[in-house]
């Protein structure tokens, strides 16, 4: 199993709402990852877990959540969110961090209303 | 930010010519990869070229890096409709570990 999945596909929620997004890979990696892609810019790195801890924040906003409940698993909460915080959320994972190829899953449209 | 910079930003060219698209980037690297991405989907990883090559073949792809002028290039060969997508490089910066920067893309559109 190469692959990373993503739930759900997409989501709306309002600006108090709370919501999870939810990453799950089964490749045996001890490395995942949240990024951030607004439409035509690249993907921009949120958080990167190894072996189940967070190991950098690149300054997210706290309204942002993350947790890795196993090694297989990434959760993305979201609470109290904006509108500029609509965008496409990818996952992905890698065996190990840094210099491995990270696989991606589809995303997660996300759109604050 | 480490961040790198491609070029063209987009290019639009007919079935069957090749797509040369270029990246630079700004600090040492361990290696630069090259990833693909159809329109709001995830990305694919392409190639990956290690700091201490020089060239890399894969398929239709060939990759260069050019460690002193902090570049690197992705030729695509016998285009084709269905490269049409975002290519995108990405380099980890050498001693930050976990650190993954994309550039900026490209937006590769091929003509049947």
């Known amino acids: 199993d190469t692959e990373v999945t993503q739930t759900p596909k997409h989501l709306v929620m309002g600006m108090t709402n709370k919501k999870s997004l939810k990453c799950e890979q089964h490749?045996?990696?001890?490395?995942m990852y949240w990024y951030k892609q607004k439409a035509k810019k690249p993907p921009e790195l949120m958080f990167v877990?190894?072996?189940?801890?967070?190991?950098i924040n690149e300054s997210v906003p706290s309204r942002f959540s993350p947790e890795c409940p196993n090694s297989s698993l990434l959760n993305l909460h979201l609470h109290a969110l904006q509108p500029e915080d609509s965008a496409l959320y990818l996952c992905?994972?890698?065996?190990?961090?840094?210099?491995?190829?990270?696989?991606f899953g589809p995303g997660t449209r996300l759109t604050v209303l | 930010s480490q961040q790198g910079e491609e070029d063209p930003q987009a290019l639009s060219i007919q079935e069957g010519e090749n797509a040369t698209m270029n990246c630079s980037y700004k600090t040492s690297i361990n290696n630069l990869q090259w990833y693909r991405q159809n329109s709001g989907r995830g990305l694919v990883h392409l190639i990956l070229i290690r700091s201490n090559e020089r060239e890399k073949h894969s398929g239709r792809l060939r990759v260069t890096l050019d460690t002193s002028k902090k570049s690197s290039s992705l030729l695509i060969t016998a285009s084709r409709a269905a490269d049409t997508a975002s290519y995108f490089c990405?380099?980890?910066?050498?001693?930050?570990?976990?650190?993954?920067?994309f550039g900026t893309g490209t937006s590769l559109t091929v003509i049947p």
């Open positions: 990405a380099t980890d910066a050498s001693g930050t570990g976990n650190q993954f920067y």
């Open positions: 877990y190894s072996y189940e801890k967070l190991s």
């Open positions: 490749m045996g990696h001890r490395a």
């Open positions: 992905a994972s890698s065996y190990l961090t840094g210099e491995d190829t990270q696989y």
